[in-house]
């Protein structure tokens, strides 16, 4: 005897991290920056240039949204050129580089990470890249360099020479947004690649 057919319901497509297209969540983080970390008006930058637009990105990158879907972000372009750590000058880098550590585990594709002190420690191992285990070197590894903001490119060129310093090959760097006022310029001269995931025309 053939007993009752049991046909399972269809299981909703709940709209988790999963489900979203990269296209969703990048919008999304666009808006956030846009409301959390970009201001106008008469800044001074860093490099000591002037500016009409300001961008803070520790806001965006501090919140529990933002910094998913930054880590997210940047783990889809990460992934695909096939690294062997990254890492970055503190302390723009640090929050991004924490986040994408513990999003890259949780996904299932994890990317190995460090920072640069912009000092060294007076102590201890009077370390300069912190991250790395005992047995850990960054010695014929293939690093890329990240940061949350590039202007003119001079934080992540400071990492760029510390990990070639440390042996490491270095041809590729990556930051949540360029402001396209010569960073990529001044990087292709290092022969390196800079990559980003927003820019700054695109805040109008």
């Known amino acids: 005897m053939v007993g009752p057919m049991i046909v399972e ?12 297209s990269r296209a969703q969540d990048e919008a999304a983080l666009l808006e956030l920056i846009r409301a959390r970390s970009f201001r106008r008006g008469k800044f001074k930058l860093v490099s000591g240039a002037e500016s009409d637009r300001y961008f803070n990105l520790k806001p965006t990158m501090m919140d529990p949204q933002g910094a998913f879907l930054a880590a997210r972000a940047f783990i889809d372009r990460i992934v695909p ?16 580089i924490g986040a994408l ?7 299932g594709r994890p990317i190995r990470s460090f920072f640069q002190r912009k000092t060294a420690k007076e102590y201890g191992a009077q370390l300069a890249l ?6 850990e070197t960054l010695e014929g590894k293939r690093v890329m360099v ?5 202007t003119s490119g001079g934080s992540i060129l400071k990492t760029v020479e510390a990990a070639r310093a440390a042996g490491a090959g270095v ?8 402001r396209e006022e010569g ?14 995931v927003f820019k700054a025309s695109q805040f109008g």
């Open 9 to 20: 319901a269809p299981v909703a497509m709940s709209n988790t991290p999963d489900n979203r």
């Open 81 to 96: 050129e096939g690294v062997d750590y990254v890492g970055g000058l503190e302390m723009g880098a640090v929050p991004i």
């Open 101 to 107: 550590a513990a999003v890259s585990h949780a996904e």
């Open 130 to 135: 912190e991250g790395l285990g005992p047995d």
């Open 146 to 150: 990240l940061d949350d903001v590039a």
């Open 171 to 178: 041809d590729v760097a990556m930051v949540l947004l360029d």
């Open 183 to 196: 960073a990529q310029e001044a990087l292709a001269k290092a022969g390196v690649r800079l990559l980003s």
